[in-house]
């Protein structure tokens, strides 16, 4: 990753390098800060020993290590890694004398905490903060780099909430759509559609490129993802394992949809009250919030991680923390809290910045987290993204930010056809091209979504990628001979036409009620996965961790090679989302649209990584 050393300034100060946006600039910039306005901020600290924590970290998740899966606890991690009492005291003194109220501290020393005014981050940090216009958003940042003490130089990693960077962060779920639908408003999926893949031809519309093509699946079912991936094969369910699940809000009625649909959907395996337990955090100071906020779409994200974790493992338990607002979405604080505690074992999050665009500084701060997680046994999972390779929205391929972590397993996207008997008839990667039929002709093929890929800018080639993944994928992205991580490492369904049957309440034109559809992302593979760890965890005796290494190692027939497949679904749509009152409209998706510059290809690829977890073998990982 990028260096962090602190850089020498004027006047006794440091910079904390790359800490300033790089979208906060002067020609974004919409207004000033109101001076007056209050926020609540996070100041990170520097592990003790960072090579130490390194080596610990990569010791045992690695299988070739005597140290394998000998985790620490996170007792050890804090007296080994984390700052020290002078450290801690020094930060909080600067921060007291500078004004602000002092907050939480969590149990790992990772960061301290601060309130205060905007004149006041102004004249700590040497900087002016305006508001900036980025990305259909106006966020609050920094004209330049934050500084701090010389004296603190070496012990602030990182800063996180006088900025607004995490505000870019949003769930990767999707139901297809050119525009997602947000899940609180209602939204059904219209007729025809199958109960499982094949089950029923489009034989009324015309041949698409010279095939009549079968109508999406209407959802699959617990069962059915539980059979396509070899869950049904064994006795485990996932008992003895947590499962945390982080995104931003909390749906009102998250546990009461999880529990109504695992009823009507799963009944052999109901989801106990005494299964599920929730977190939220309180609502950060924040006077400057950013001008779009959309809690609507993580509860969707909630409902969709908490039914797929329940489906793949009904014997996990399921710990939901959420972020505090849409002021600072604050999912860092909640990963933290999580391996601060070891409060689970498994770690799914659906969300993620589309490319790398955080600042430097606060990546730093993530993957930290993750390299914790990592040293106490904990497997942090995150959607790699539902965008392909980022370049219609950037303007270059990019991967995406947190799943480009080293420290994460990137989770990427499938399209899963399962058969009437529940079993795969193929798997092939999610990358959907759409082709609307009007007036009995197809349009052109357009991208709509698909598995996130690429090589990352910020992280160079992880010590498990080597030998594995092609030098090509490696290197694109790089100057000169650098190699960097690729993304994803694994993946799972995930392409929204052959999604996942959700149930969630909403908002329709006769009244707010429980309901059910389709609906997919990589928001939907992550989930799946962890639910498939926690069986292997639950199966084998022990807890996985952080298990990159052992994927990457172990290769096939643990890991199934994912390869590209000729195919489309046909799909019908109801105009206004709930009824056919609007009309409907016909499409044909295909599967694996090859207009990327990622590309499904036999072996290691940047759509879908190494492959999928091939049943029993996957289960019984080392």
């Known amino acids: 990753m990028l260096a962090v050393p602190g850089t020498a300034a004027a006047q006794g100060r440091a910079v904390i390098p790359l800490s300033h946006p790089l979208w906060a600039t002067p020609q974004a910039k919409v207004a000033d800060s109101a001076p007056a306005a209050k926020l609540s901020f996070r100041v990170y600290l520097t592990m003790r020993d960072q090579a130490g924590a390194d080596a610990t970290a990569r010791a045992v998740s690695d299988p070739s290590s005597p140290s394998f899966r000998r985790y620490l606890t996170p007792d050890q991690v804090r007296d080994r890694f984390a700052a020290s009492d002078a450290t801690l005291g020094a930060v909080r003194n600067w921060l007291s004398g500078s004004g602000f109220s002092i907050g939480d501290v969590p149990a790992n020393r990772a960061y301290v905490e601060a309130t205060g005014t905007t004149g006041q981050v102004e004249q700590a940090f040497g900087v002016d903060l305006a508001r900036y216009r980025v990305d259909g958003q106006v966020l609050r940042a920094a004209d330049r780099e934050l500084s701090v003490p010389a004296a603190l130089s070496d012990d602030v990693l990182g800063v996180i909430g006088v900025d607004q960077a995490t505000a870019l962060m949003k769930p990767d779920i999707t139901d297809g759509s050119p525009s997602d639908v947000p899940p609180s408003d209602g939204f059904r999926n219209a007729p025809p559609c199958s109960a499982y893949y094949g089950e029923k031809t489009d034989t009324t519309d015309p041949a698409y490129r010279g095939q009549q093509r079968p109508y999406a699946p209407c959802g699959y079912t617990p069962a059915q993802l539980r059979s396509a991936y070899g869950l049904d094969k064994v006795r485990a369910d996932g008992s003895g394992t947590t499962v945390a699940i982080v995104d931003a809000f909390a749906s009102p009625t998250l546990y009461a949809d999880a529990a109504e649909y695992a009823r009507r959907n799963d009944p052999a395996h109901p989801l106990r009250q005494a299964q599920f337990a929730e977190k939220v955090f309180p609502a950060n100071v924040d006077q400057e919030p950013p001008e779009a906020c959309d809690a609507a779409g993580w509860y969707g994200e909630q409902t969709l991680d908490v039914e797929a974790v329940h489906a793949m493992a009904p014997g996990a338990k399921i710990l939901y923390v959420g972020g505090s607002d849409c002021q600072d979405a604050s999912l860092d604080e909640a990963l933290n809290w999580i391996v601060a505690g070891h409060q689970a074992d498994v770690i799914s999050n659906s969300y993620g910045d589309a490319g790398e665009d955080i600042p430097a500084a606060e990546v730093r701060v993530w993957t930290q987290i993750a390299q914790q ?191 590209h497949v000729d195919g489309a679904v046909m799909r019908v749509d109801y105009a206004n989302s709930v009824d056919a009152t609007g009309g409907l409209i016909t499409s044909a998706r295909e599967l694996d649209w090859p207009g990327l510059t990622i590309h499904t290809t036999p072996g290691y690829d940047n759509v879908t990584g190494l492959g999928v977890p091939n049943g029993l073998a996957f289960l019984l990982l080392p």
């Open 373 to 563: 997680a990592a040293m106490e046994g904990i497997g942090v999972y995150f959607s790699s993204g539902d965008n392909g390779d980022e370049a219609a929205r950037l303007g270059n391929p990019s991967a995406d930010f947190p799943a480009s972590d080293s420290w994460v397993t990137a989770v990427g996207g499938t399209s899963l056809a399962v058969g009437k008997d529940g079993r795969t008839l193929f798997e092939t990667g999610w990358e959907t091209g759409k082709s609307t039929l009007a007036g009995g002709v197809y349009g052109p093929a357009a991208y709509t979504s698909g598995s996130g890929g690429g090589t990352s800018v910020l992280f160079d080639e992880p010590f498990y990628q080597r030998g594995v993944v092609p030098d090509a994928l490696a290197a694109q992205n790089q100057r000169g001979k650098a190699r960097g991580r690729v993304v994803p490492d694994i993946s799972a369904v995930g392409d929204p036409n052959t999604g996942f049957l959700v149930g969630q309440t909403q908002t329709f034109p006769d009244g707010v009620y429980y309901d059910q559809y389709r609906i997919g992302g990589t928001s939907l593979s992550s989930p799946v996965l962890a639910g498939i760890m926690a069986v292997s965890d639950s199966l084998t005796g022990f807890h996985h961790g952080f298990v990159n290494p052992v994927i990457y190692r172990a290769g096939a027939p643990a890991v199934r090679d994912v390869q």
